[in-house]
């Protein structure tokens, strides 16, 4: 949490066994829902969000889903958690004081996962600065696969981070994707899509 993002967003680590249906199976609903930029499929536990995607055919998302999560069961049922989610999308902080986000990953994409999100709306950071926070400044290229493997696309900010000489680098889900929400983040109000509109502030 923190002044410009008043939302309380966290990770709770989902365990292997979790995970893995051990002792009682991972029951996950999902669904399709209308945010910024297009629909997104949103999925959950009975824990919080597990799992968000933009919802286009091309991506094939319920395949994706349920390759990432091989042995759960599937429920397409939006529940509360799922309008949740795609409130904080919209930026409806005020209507979200908080959301758990159930996440199954290594300990190092954890960490890396909770340290994007410190960073605050309106601001970047880079892959040497995730990696130098986190105590493990020569980790920048691993910091990268792990921003990269974040499953629940903007929840955990991962568009906010650029590299070290200012470029935008990559983004999963298209970059235009990702001017488009840094966009959307940047103060002010008169800004253009564009590399050059959304006048980063470095965190």
């Excluded at 696969?145 to 999963?172: D, E, I, K």
Aim: aromatic fraction near 8%.
């Amino acid at each position: 949490m923190n002044e410009m993002n008043p939302c309380k967003v966290w990770v709770e680590p989902m365990t292997r066994e979790e995970f893995m249906g051990k002792g009682k199976p991972l029951t996950i609903n999902y669904s399709i829902q209308n945010a910024p930029f297009g629909r997104v499929l949103v999925a959950s536990t009975h824990k919080g969000i597990c799992f968000l995607m933009p919802a286009a055919m091309k991506w094939e998302p319920v395949k994706t889903l349920k390759r990432h999560f091989p042995r759960a069961r599937f429920r397409c049922r939006a529940v509360s958690l799922h309008r949740k989610a795609v409130l904080l999308l919209r930026q409806r902080y005020d209507k979200v004081p908080s959301l758990c986000l159930h996440l199954y990953g290594t300990p190092f994409q954890v960490e890396v996962w909770r340290d994007l999100l410190t960073v605050p709306v309106g601001m970047v950071t880079t892959y040497q600065n995730i990696a130098s926070r986190i105590g493990r400044p020569k980790s920048a290229r691993p910091v990268g696969q792990a921003v990269g493997a974040n499953p629940v696309m903007s929840l955990v900010p991962c568009h906010r981070v650029v590299r070290t000489n200012g470029t935008l680098g990559g983004y999963r889900w298209d970059v235009s994707r990702k001017i488009k929400l840094l966009n959307q983040e940047a103060r002010g109000t008169h800004k253009k899509q564009g590399h050059h509109s959304w006048e980063p502030t470095l965190f």
